[in-house]
């Protein structure tokens, strides 16, 4: 099992910046592949950043804007956000998992966060 907990999100004007950290307690968490995605209210959740074995893939929308990274020691993951955008308003989840597939899609996740609010204001 491996637990996940985010921290750091909320209201943000547009063009700033915020930090989204999760952080992760079980079993080792540099075994899996981390991930965040987000779910705006009416919308179905999508993939934001993952980050598997030292490379990191982004969703189109958020390249250049957003980085992802880990601290094994620290068994947590970031996601630092720039140039935020009233649509990047959303609820961020972390997920961790592992095995084959795509870290693109949800169902690569064995393990969710409960989630953290960012709110962009324009």
């Known amino acids: 099992q491996v637990q996940l907990v985010e921290s750091g999100g909320g209201l943000v004007q547009a063009w700033g910046s915020l930090r989204v950290s999760c952080a992760a307690s079980?079993?080792?968490?540099?075994?899996?592949?981390a991930g965040w995605f987000r779910q705006a209210p009416g919308k179905e959740r999508e993939f934001v950043a993952a980050i598997r074995w030292g490379g990191t893939y982004y969703t189109d929308s958020v390249k250049g804007r957003f980085t992802i990274s880990r601290d094994n020691a620290k068994n947590a993951v970031y996601l630092q956000m720039n140039s935020l955008k009233p649509e990047d308003t959303a609820v961020y989840y972390c997920a961790a998992g592992r095995g084959a597939g795509s870290v693109r899609s949800a169902g690569f996740y064995d393990y969710w966060g409960q989630g953290t609010q960012v709110t962009v204001s324009s």
């Open positions: 079980g079993r080792t968490f540099s075994d899996y592949a």
